[in-house]
């Protein structure tokens, strides 16, 4: 959980990111996808470089208000142990792991990353990717 709600840009703006009583339950959710996700990959360690976003954060990063991210329901991680962020993005899509949308962010920059969110109940396993500088979100990993 401290993982899932630290934030560079929160600390920056000293802004208190800390986690709402009634966001616990789609957090949970969501860490106990990511153990799922962490097995996959080869329980290698994962680096969440944006999990919980309050909405003063998800405002100063730029996120879209209907984002995952401020229902405590997507991740955006990296995992250099096991690969690319475009490694990454095909091992889970091609596994079993209920995802609702796996977006592919910024292949061609060094900090490329992978966003992935979880709903409970019915997921729609869609895979995007996401180019920096370009709006469009292209179908499948690019
Ligand atoms: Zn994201």
């Not at 999990?51 to 990296?78: C, E, F, M």
Request: glycine share 8%.
């Amino acid at each position: 959980m401290r993982e899932f709600t630290a934030s560079q840009t929160a600390a920056r703006y000293n802004i208190d990111n800390s986690l709402p009583v009634n966001m616990h339950e789609n957090a949970t959710h969501t860490c106990e996808q990511l153990e799922k996700v962490r097995a996959i990959l080869g329980n290698n360690p994962l680096i969440i470089t944006s999990g919980w976003r309050n909405p003063a954060l998800n405002k100063a990063v730029g996120g879209s208000a209907s984002s995952d991210h401020a229902t405590a329901r997507a991740v955006d991680i990296r995992c250099p142990k096991f690969g690319t962020a475009r490694t990454i993005a095909r091992v889970l899509a091609a596994s079993d792991i209920e995802f609702d949308q796996l977006i592919l962010e910024s292949p061609t920059l060094p900090g490329a990353w992978v966003h992935i969110g979880f709903r409970k109940g019915t997921n729609r396993r869609q895979v995007l990717t996401k180019f920096a500088g370009d709006k469009t979100y292209y179908a499948g990993v690019k």
